[in-house]
């Protein structure tokens, strides 16, 4: 390894996660301090300038590295106490910004900078940025209306963090269903195996999680109805206690849209996004309504034939097609061929494996090198720590952690945590990314090793993307971190597109036991329906979206969250819960976490992906270092300090286009 770096001195820092209570309250007491002193500073300036006014807010917000570290201690340390000191100091340190986004005095200030052409006009593209981010932001604290409004405002946001706190700690918990193993007929032993077992009146039986993962694996394998139906009651149950939060949220939203002066919640949102207005999503929902039309019927037909044929080989009558039965049904009809790769193919990926191979890949693909760090500084035992550098290694990029295994305490959620970004330090130097790869998989041991299924694998792969994006990045500005919402996981749909080549496959797969590689007839069945979707798969997405489109549209007055789905759903023939008085839907925890009025985001980042992945990886080959090199640069490289729209049109060459999406993905 050479010891030059491109920044001097190297840095390879490794975060020191021996945090004290004490500590992380001085970490939030000192920062909001020193906050508030720069607003009251910049407040007084008497001629406000970039420099004097917009740097020192932004370059208290690079600087703040340690606490916000601290603050993200919550999600996955083993300490209690830690974990609630770190969600105290994060309140505190999330209401100090708040409050001060909220100053009329340094408005002002920060407005006098954005007003003054002369000097907005010799600026930097990236600051120019800043500026107009921090303006906004400002803006739409209310800072134009009233005082007494703003009070109210001030009010409502608050109210509404504590509403989406306690509605995530409310769903955090999960709770557990009773089966006999003759009850999860269809469930693999795979997934059986992660499953608690539970002795009740002296009869065996297995505790299926309503966490959102297991429960999708089984209600898509369970082949009884009854097991399907009393899973989906449960767990739709056990959601009810939420909807009173969301519908409260609803509530809280429109009345801050009111007091900023805009008609909606959706109106509000959509200023600063790549899509400018509902119009356009619902525009791309009639094209794919218009598609999909010729089709629902027919794949209504094959369900629905599929179940008579089953109730009557079991005695049993006919009564319906219900929700419950959907993703079973559509993998008995549409993905038979994947079948034996489910039920085989798990033996191929055994997770003490897989980790590395995927950093192989993003190697390959990024023109990286990434290691195993020589003296990892973890907050737990089966913690994994990489050094990630460039391939010549010139320069070090950041720290890559994967917490792959379950344990109590920990967050049951597979999903990225990001400790450090990688934003200009004072001396000009970039800060070094640090980034969790986080999931619940059951710890493997010698007599019971933990496979991975092909939905567990896309699952890693999507979160490794989204890792490698935030490891990639570099900004000036941290405020200039984030793309426009609409972009930003978009790397990791990228990615899930990668698992579905043969190439890739054989690359992470070797069998648990003897070390072959998977066989061709196993890879063929996923690589040939996997990236094809049916009406249903599109259908409930769709309807998922124009409820979060619906419920957050009003202008007069809240929708009722409830019945607004209740009258969506009865527009889907999949979507029938026979009045079991239970929804799923209205209770995604999406709308309690930034993606209000945005769940679109989904189908139109696969859109987008797609379009990325012909256009440029498969045509050139997956791991041409062309392509590669200008995806670090174009793409990742720039996060949020240009718009997604420059970087997608100087990536691609062109505008994009839906055509890959629609040619490669209806049946």
Not at 39 to 62: G, H, S
Not at 457 to 472: H, I, K, P, R, S
């Amino acid at each position: 390894m050479k010891a030059q770096s491109l920044s001097e001195p190297m840095d390879l820092r490794a975060i020191d996660f021996n945090f004290t209570v004490e500590q992380i309250n001085r970490l939030a007491e000192e920062a909001t301090n020193e906050y508030n002193a720069i607003l009251d500073k910049v407040a007084k300036q008497p001629r406000p300038t970039f420099e004097n006014t917009i740097v020192p807010l932004a370059r208290w917000y690079n600087e703040i590295t340690e606490l916000v570290t601290a603050s993200g201690l919550r999600y996955f340390h083993p300490d209690k106490q830690i974990c609630d000191a770190s969600a105290e100091a994060d309140n505190k340190f999330m209401g100090c910004v708040i409050e001060g986004y909220m100053r009329l005095d340094v408005y002002k200030a920060v407005r006098y900078v954005y007003d003054d052409q002369e000097e907005m006009i010799m600026l930097s593209a990236e600051d120019k940025r800043l500026v107009e981010t921090i303006e906004r932001q400002f803006r739409k604290n209310g800072l134009q209306i009233s005082s007494k409004k703003r009070a109210l405002l001030s009010k409502a946001k608050k109210r509404l963090v504590q509403l989406e706190d306690e509605y995530a700690l409310n769903s955090a918990a999960c709770s557990y269903v009773l089966f006999t193993r003759e009850e999860l007929d269809g469930v693999s032993e795979n997934d059986i195996a992660g499953m608690a077992v539970v002795y009740e009146d002296g009869v065996e039986k297995h505790a299926v999680s309503t966490n959102v993962f297991v429960y999708n694996r089984v209600m898509r394998y369970a082949k009884r109805e009854e097991t399907r139906k009393r899973l989906y009651v449960a767990c739709g149950k056990e959601s009810l206690k939420n909807i009173a939060y969301i519908q409260e949220a609803v509530e809280l939203r429109l009345e801050i849209a009111k007091l900023l002066g805009y008609e909606s919640h959706a109106e509000s949102v959509f200023e600063g996004r790549m899509v400018k207005s509902a119009d356009e999503i619902i525009d791309m929902y009639e094209e794919l309504r218009r598609r999909l039309s010729k089709h629902i019927d027919a794949e209504m037909g094959r369900l629905t034939a599929v179940k008579k044929a089953d109730m009557l080989a079991e005695g049993r009558e006919y009564t319906g097609f219900f929700e419950w039965d959907y993703y079973y049904y559509s993998y008995v009809t549409s993905e038979k061929k994947r079948d034996m790769f489910e039920i085989e193919g798990n033996q191929y990926f055994p997770i003490i494996e897989i980790g590395c191979k995927l950093i192989d890949i993003f190697e390959g693909m990024l023109g990286l090198y990434i290691i195993p760090a020589q003296e990892p500084n973890v907050w737990h035992p089966d913690v994994e720590m990489f050094e990630v550098w460039e391939a010549d290694e010139s320069e070090f990029i950041g720290h890559l952690y994967l917490d792959l295994y379950t344990r109590e305490s920990k967050r049951e959620t597979f999903t990225t945590f990001s400790l450090r970004r990688g934003c200009q330090r004072p001396d000009g130097s970039r800060e070094s990314p640090a980034v969790i790869v986080n999931a619940v998989f059951p710890k493997p041991t010698e007599d019971k090793p933990t496979r991975l299924s092909f939905d567990n694998l896309e699952m890693l792969m999507v979160l490794f993307g989204q890792a490698f994006a935030t490891l990639c990045e570099s900004v000036k500005w941290r405020d200039l971190l984030e793309p426009e919402f609409e972009f930003h996981i978009v790397p990791g749909e990228i990615m899930r597109r990668w698992i579905y080549e043969p190439t890739v496959l054989q690359q992470l797969g070797s069998h648990y036991l003897t070390g072959e590689t998977i066989p061709d007839q196993l890879i063929k069945g996923p690589i040939t329906d996997g990236t094809e979707v049916t009406p249903g798969e599109l259908l409930i997405p769709i309807t998922f979206d124009l409820h979060d489109l619906l419920i957050h549209s009003a202008t007069d007055k809240p929708v009722d969250v409830k019945q607004a789905y209740y009258d969506l759903c009865k527009q889907v023939p999949f979507m029938r819960n026979n009045d079991t008085g239970v929804f799923h839907l209205i209770t995604h925890r999406y709308l309690m976490a930034g993606y209000d009025t945005g769940m679109y985001v989904y189908l139109w980042s696969s859109i987008i992906s797609e379009d990325i992945y012909w256009s440029r990886f498969r045509k050139n080959g997956l791991y041409n270092r062309k392509t590669g090199r200008e995806y670090r640069n174009e793409i990742l490289r720039p996060a949020g300090s240009r718009s997604a729209s420059v970087s997608l049109e100087r990536f691609l060459g062109r505008q994009p286009s839906t055509e890959a999406f629609y040619k490669n993905k209806f049946k």
